[in-house]
Nanobody, 121 residues
Framework: VQLQAFGGGLVQPGGFLALSCIASGNIDMINVMGWYRQAPGKQREMVAL???????NYDDSVKGRFTVSRDGAKSTVYLQMNSLKPEDTAVYYC????????????????WGKGTLVTVSS
């Protein structure tokens, strides 16, 4: 499974940005897709996750500002980020786990290469 993210960039505080991530490969189904981020000097942290059944989970710092969504048919996950703050500056990584491929289930984590989001005036 390969994950490719799109949409990073520079935005002013209070602005918005949308990320997308497309999973490719021999994929039958993906249980969980979402986003993590890593700010300079900090550990990677979960931002938002979306399960195949529609459940979502957000870090408290982004609740009410970020929205994660999926297009299951296209193995794509999106992250709409509103009211961005300087502390949202980080490299954002697409994440997937619970992949069914050619009839076999794999519970390992898959990561994209990351896309940089910079929130600055």
């Amino acid at each position: 499974v390969q994950l490719q993210a799109f949409g990073g960039g520079l935005v002013q505080p209070g602005g918005f940005l949308a990320l997308s991530c497309i999973a490719s490969g021999n994929i039958d189904m993906i249980n969980v897709m979402g986003w993590y981020r890593q700010a300079p000097g900090k550990q990677r942290e979960m931002v938002a996750l979306h399960t195949r059944t529609g459940s979502t989970n957000y870090d408290d710092s982004v609740k009410g500002r970020f929205t994660v969504s999926r297009d299951g048919a296209k193995s794509t996950v999106y992250l709409q980020m509103n009211s961005l703050k300087p502390e949202d500056t980080a490299v954002y990584y697409c994440y997937a786990t619970g992949v069914t491929s050619m009839g076999s289930f794999y519970n390992r984590a898959h990561w994209g290469k990351g896309t940089l989001v910079t929130v600055s005036s």
